[in-house]
């Protein structure tokens, strides 16, 4: 176990610094030694879950054999910490920005230099090894070398600290937070400063931007501008704000952007300045404050982009259908190209809009057959090619609707769909770690998605979650659906994965669910979750807000209640950590504080904490299972961090029952085989199919779904357990002895084992007599062998058969063999008055075969051969 630790009283260089070694050592835990500064206290209370940092108390110093010290090298320093520090077997690693002292630990490996911060020495070497950094964390370092160096103003600040800042900046580090945490009240000097500059302040509408230009005249100079600037712009929340402050002899700028096409460094280097596209400044000597503001003005409007128009976004050609058309057909387009509603259109007019609810509507009356304008809406809201993007977005907003047709001089020329809208807000999509991290408010993104769920799940859902929310109203708790329907919502997908987070009591909510529906209630205190039964098929999870934590890597997590981001920061990966309220004021709000939305639309699976495949190495088999199913890529530091689990055996500290809990999960899929042969890429298939060759099974892998499909087709294929036919084909290479080691590792039952290895026993055997000649071998004899192998093996071998035509023999011998059970059993041998024994099996066996090669076509053919046989075999003996 490798662990990351600084000094007690904790000030913010050390936590940055902590934070920073991690991605040097992704793998190491950090842990806090003692007691926190009071800055540092605070801003743990709202990022200690996204930090995953560990106390002292929930780990086992035993099990350390790697100490990083950042911040610090005195034993006495580091609390308990201090005592394994001279272990033998202990390797310590230092990072520290003071001078060495006398009596200080050393280490294997010390980076000790002077300059104004640790985390200083650490940005150098993250910077040098190119590794990632993504907002938050930029922005914690930031705030490590602001902290320990006075906002670059103490007399210890070094180059190498301001380069250090540049590098984080350049990395999307937020100066907002720094500000936050570390920022000083204003003078007075600068409180007068602002008062004016807000007086004088003038509002603009420039090319569809709302811009704020503020201007003031003073005789002293007054530091603090730019920070003036942001609380400004903090106060009025518009897309673009310039503040010109003209002090002494000259005229200052800063300019302030939040939207894409408004760049405020393009726009002050006319007037010398620089900076970047959101933040820029620009100083004019001997300037005048009025022919600075008309010059900025100008350039303003000649600078500021026109905004995207309906037009630039919308999906065109456009699918439609005719008033005319069926609902049925109109259902049957709407589900072929994934639509949830299409324009009626009669020659170039739009007439309505046919929605999949009013389709589904339809339908449940068994109206079908009705044509589309009896059911389509006709107060169709629709816009010009030239509406700006945002009115677009507040116009589908306030009608609630999903889809807006664009109209031209009466034709339809495009159609907008709410997907469209969200893409143009990438930029704004990507700043979602900043809404909800970089202030101490809590804010969330509020985006609404009822509209969604409402189309994409089926009306018994739908109704389920509503009531779920009517209830948490009435017991006054917050109660939020949760992980895998979310996702699949956004996805567009229906779900029955209907997982309810409570923040109150869970199974009293489950109890008065299962009341509601007259369903069963499992309850399990332990873990304060419960399970509303409605059928076989259909449950729903229900669970207090909790938080997973685990006592050691790879051990079972352990639960403590908690709140609803703690609830979504213990699962898998980001798409699968977000939640959507059901409480009826705020019904269909997205809760998403780990950018889960955004990695599904960036098509991406992952990780929440570097420690994720560690803490549950089963995550990396999920991570393939939603990769492949999806269509997905794994993200490039989770699979890092993927194949860094995979090389250290961590899933050697799995049981067997949880990988095959999984595995199972995997082998029902319909991507199976690619997640199979994702599974070899990552070197994880020896730790799950032990001494099992893949490129030996690959071609039959490849081809298993195909032959599935084609057996269902044929009515030849029910298997009770869907995973059998791929456990089957894994293996079908093999040894038996290999065979039944892998059996025994996933404890299968005694007939599942069998069922292995009879087709293990008998694959090659089958293959060898198909592809023989019908006039060389008996139907009897195929019979024989096939039926002594289990159907869950029957894709295998369709999988093997290559060539079109033998696939069609095989189906005709399959076919055969069904037609051909004879119509007469064990009770017509029972009325001859023989003993029930072998001798039944036999004669039936025997009658069987005689049927399969067509010697025997009626009943009595079938009763005679039954008597001479029985005579033959008995030779007289005794019946009774």
């Known amino acids: 176990m490798e662990i990351i630790t600084t000094h007690t009283n904790t000030d913010m260089d050390g936590l940055a610094a902590m934070v920073a070694a991690q991605k040097l050592y992704p793998e190491a835990w950090l842990v806090l030694p003692g007691k926190l500064s009071r800055n540092v206290e605070e801003f743990m209370s709202l990022h200690k879950d996204t930090l995953n940092v560990y106390s002292i108390k929930q780990i086992n ?205 393009d726009i002050l280097k006319h007037f010398g300045g620089g900076g970047h596209a959101a933040a820029a400044s620009a100083t004019i000597k001997n300037g005048v404050l009025d022919d600075v503001s008309w010059a900025l003005l100008d350039v303003i409007y000649e600078k500021i982009d026109p905004p995207l128009c309906a037009a630039d976004i919308m999906s065109t050609p456009v699918k439609t259908v005719a008033p005319e058309m069926s609902i049925a057909e109109a259902g049957h387009i709407m589900l072929r190209y994934g639509h949830t509603g299409l324009p009626v259109v009669k020659g170039e007019k739009l007439l309505g809009v046919i929605s999949r609810r009013d389709v589904e509507k339809a339908n449940h009356h068994g109206l079908g057959h009705a044509p589309v304008k009896g059911f389509m809406s006709v107060r169709v809201v629709s816009v010009p090619g030239d509406m700006p993007v945002s009115e677009v977005q507040e116009l589908m907003i306030n009608h609630d609707i999903g889809r807006v047709p664009v109209v031209e001089d009466g034709k339809l020329i495009g159609i907008v769909s709410r997907t469209d809208i969200l893409r143009t807000l990438h930029g704004e999509v990507q700043s979602r770690h900043r809404i909800v991290y970089n202030n101490g408010r809590g804010t969330l993104s509020r985006r609404n998605i009822g509209w969604v769920m409402q189309r994409t799940l089926s009306p018994t859902v739908w109704n389920i979650l509503k009531q779920a929310g009517k209830l948490a109203d009435g017991m006054g708790f917050k109660i939020y659906a949760a992980g895998g329907l979310v996702r699949d919502v956004l996805l567009g997908q229906e779900s029955l994965d209907v997982d309810l987070v409570v923040e109150g009591d869970g199974i ?27 059928s076989e098929d259909f449950k729903i999870d229900v669970a207090t807000a909790r938080v997973e934590f685990y006592a050691y890597p790879a051990a079972l997590p352990q639960v403590e209640s908690s709140s609803l981001h703690q609830d979504l920061y213990r699962r898998d990966f980001t798409i699968n950590a977000m939640a959507v309220s059901l409480n009826e004021k705020k019904f269909g709000d997205l809760v998403d504080f780990f950018d889960g939305r955004e990695d599904l639309e960036q098509r991406m699976v992952r990780v929440l904490h570097n420690l994720s495949f560690v803490e549950d190495p089963i995550r990396i088999l999920r991570a393939v299972r939603f990769e492949q199913r999806y269509g997905f890529k794994i993200e490039p530091q989770t699979l890092k961090l993927l194949k860094e689990a995979v090389r250290q055996g961590v899933l050697h500290k799995v049981t067997s029952e949880r990988v095959w809990e999984e595995l199972k999960h995997i082998l029902v899929e319909a991507e199976a085989a690619k997640m199979l042969h994702r599974l070899e890429e990552l070197n994880v298939w020896p730790y799950v199919f032990p001494d099992v060759n893949y490129w030996e099974v690959d071609p039959v892998l490849k081809e298993l779904h195909n032959a599935m499909d084609l057996l269902d087709q044929w009515g030849q294929l029910q298997p009770a357990e869907r995973w059998l036919p791929y456990y089957i084909a894994v293996l079908h290479w093999s040894e038996v002895e290999v065979a039944l080691r892998v059996c025994r590792k996933y404890n299968l039952s005694k007939r599942q084992t069998e069922k292995v290895q009879l087709a293990l026993e008998g694959w090659r055997e089958a293959v060898a007599m198909i592809w023989k000649a019908p006039q060389d071998v008996k139907i009897s004899q195929l019979a024989k062998v096939l039926l002594k192998m289990p159907r869950e093996s029957y894709p295998m071998l369709l999988a093997i058969l290559e060539d079109s035509w033998i696939k069609v023999r095989f189906r005709q011998l399959l076919n055969i063999i069904m037609d051909s059970k004879p119509k007469i059993n064990g009770k017509y041998i029972k009325s001859l008055g023989y003993r029930p024994g072998p001798v039944y099996r036999e004669a039936l066996d025997a009658l069987w075969r005689e049927r399969l090669d067509g010697n025997l076509r009626t009943e009595e053919d079938e009763r005679q051969f039954l008597r001479d046989y029985l005579d033959r075999v008995t030779k007289g003996e005794s019946k009774c």
């Open 61 to 265: 110093l035993e099990q350390v054999k790697k100490v990083v010290l950042v911040d610090t090298k005195s034993r006495r320093r580091v609390g308990k910490i201090g005592d394994i520090l001279n272990k033998p077997g202990v390797d310590v690693h230092v990072y520290d920005h003071h001078p060495w002292v006398e009596g200080d630990v050393r280490g294997s490996v010390e980076v000790v230099e002077t300059v104004g911060a640790t985390v200083t020495l650490l940005v150098e070497r993250i910077k040098q090894a190119a590794l990632p950094l993504n907002p938050l964390e930029a922005t914690i370092l930031c705030l490590g070398i602001y902290g320990d160096t006075g906002s670059l103003m103490f007399t210890s600040t070094t180059p190498r600290d301001v380069d250090a800042v540049s590098y984080l900046l350049r990395r999307g580090a937020n100066l907002a937070v720094v500000a936050d945490f570390l920022g000083r009240p204003m003078t007075d000097e600068q409180k007068d400063l602002l008062k004016n500059l807000l007086v004088n302040a003038e509002r603009h509408q420039i090319n569809g931007a709302k811009v704020l230009i503020a201007r003031t005249k003073t005789d002293e100079f007054v530091v603090g501008l730019a920070m003036i600037a942001h609380t400004i712009s903090e106060i009025e929340r518009l897309d673009v704000v310039f503040v010109i402050a003209e002090m002494e002899d000259r005229v200052h700028i800063v300019g302030r952007s939040s939207i894409p096409q408004a760049d405020v460094g």
């Open 508 to 534: 009293r909510l489950a109890e008065e669910l299962g009341k509601a529906h007259r369903a069963r209630v499992r309850q399990h205190h332990k873990f304060g979750t419960a399970e509303v039964i409605l």
